[in-house]
């Protein structure tokens, strides 16, 4: 599921590139009033967009050249840009909206905020590079705290838009399952005599017979949690450093259409949907040689995922309307304008290439012998 914090590209988690200069905070990409977004907020917002676009429906990572990809009858160049400014002004109009309704960040999301400015010293020739200050680099972190700030103020009760905890938990149940895993993987043999790296223990037999006894001991009544922390433990090289994880931090939320998604195929989806709430089954997934054990969760009878995560999930129903009723508001009532010969500077491909540089030259530093 989607988080209810935005993405934030300057996270050193693969979504930074370097070599990007001149980009300064006194160019205005995105103007508003006296509201903008600079040319920094617009590379961030790319490097945003350039991550949205591999999930987004026709994006084919098989072809040799990635720019060749069509994404809702545009180029993927022509989608990222556009995407990229459509941020923009979600960013304009979240500072003045949350400034005009007196709102203000949380203290836990005012100790994440310095938490993270304190390593930016560690980056700051990296940040230099790509252009983005400290200053700029700050501005970006409130921005995601305000627009978390002001999305919670909008749909939860009391806001302009609130949403029943009858209307989101039906939202929920009707397009969410929840299962629970344990996930065993076998090597599958080969035809050549000489290879070696299909063991009696890890045959497909052997992984899939170890499943099946975890199955019959939970169909007989034993606790999943306990099955998960029992099998963590005999597969741990120190069992006594395997903690026990609490009920929630167990389940995984699946799609309850069969629609895929990155982590499972579609025939793994399928079998783990036509399992009833309440039920389990034994599923292979063949593509990757692997069978899991799955529990599906009586949602009805147990809310700890609802309970934990209503925000999440509120975010998962209303932010793509959120994110139009903010364009809009950027668009028709603050009045919005681009300022296409600075945008027009900074193009999405070598974001994109820099990008690719910089991870491959962080990779080979990190392996190299």
């Known amino acids: 599921m989607k988080k209810i914090k935005r ?3 300057l996270a050193l988690c693969g979504a930074l590139c370097v070599g990007l200069a001149g980009c300064g905070k006194d160019q205005t990409v995105v103007s508003a009033g006296d509201y903008k977004a600079s040319a ?3 590379v961030l917002n790319q490097m945003n967009a350039l991550s949205e676009v591999t999930a987004q429906d026709g994006y084919d990572s098989t072809l040799e050249n990635v720019w ?3 994404i809702d009858g545009q180029s993927m160049e022509d989608w990222v840009n556009n995407r990229a400014l459509d941020l923009c002004r979600q960013y304009v109009a979240t500072n003045k909206l949350f400034e005009d309704k007196g709102l203000s960040i949380t203290e836990a999301e005012q100790t994440t905020i310095d938490n993270s400015l304190e390593s930016f010293p560690n980056y700051e020739e990296l940040y230099t590079k790509i252009g983005v200050s400290e200053n700029s680099y700050e501005d970006y972190l409130v921005f995601n705290s305000r627009f978390q700030e002001l999305f919670l103020d909008r749909y939860q009760e009391g806001g302009e838009e609130a949403v029943s905890d ?4 039906s939202f929920y149940r009707d397009n969410f399952d929840e299962v629970k895993l344990i996930s065993l993987s076998y090597t599958q043999p080969t035809d050549d005599s000489s290879d070696t790296t ?3 223990d890890n045959s497909p037999e052997a992984v899939q017979a170890t499943a099946q006894g975890y199955l019959d001991r939970l169909q007989a009544g034993e606790n999943m949690d ?3 922390y029992e099998y963590r433990q005999s597969t741990a090289s120190d069992p006594s450093t395997v903690t026990r994880s609490e009920s929630v931090a167990n389940i995984t939320v699946i799609p309850a259409n069969g629609d895929n998604t990155t982590t499972y195929t579609d025939d793994v989806i399928n079998q783990m949907v036509a399992i009833p709430q309440g039920g389990s089954a034994l599923v292979q997934d063949t593509e990757n040689s692997r069978y899991y054990v799955v529990y599906k969760v009586d949602q009805d009878n147990n809310t700890e995922y609802y309970d934990t995560n209503r925000n999440n999930i509120l975010y998962e129903m209303k932010s793509d ?6 364009v809009d508001y950027a668009n028709n009532e603050m009045g919005a304008t681009v300022n ?3 945008q027009g500077r900074y193009s999405c491909k070598k974001v994109y290439d820099d990008q690719n540089e910089f991870m491959n030259n962080l990779y080979s530093q990190y392996y190299s012998s």
């Open 340 to 342: 296409g010969m600075i």
């Open 7 to 9: 993405l934030l590209a």
């Open 40 to 42: 920094a907020v617009y």
């Open 198 to 200: 299909s063991t009696d």
């Open 321 to 326: 309307e959120f994110e139009q009723y903010l």
């Open 226 to 228: 306990d099955l998960i």
């Open 166 to 169: 009858e209307e989101l938990g």
């Open 68 to 70: 060749d990809n069509q």
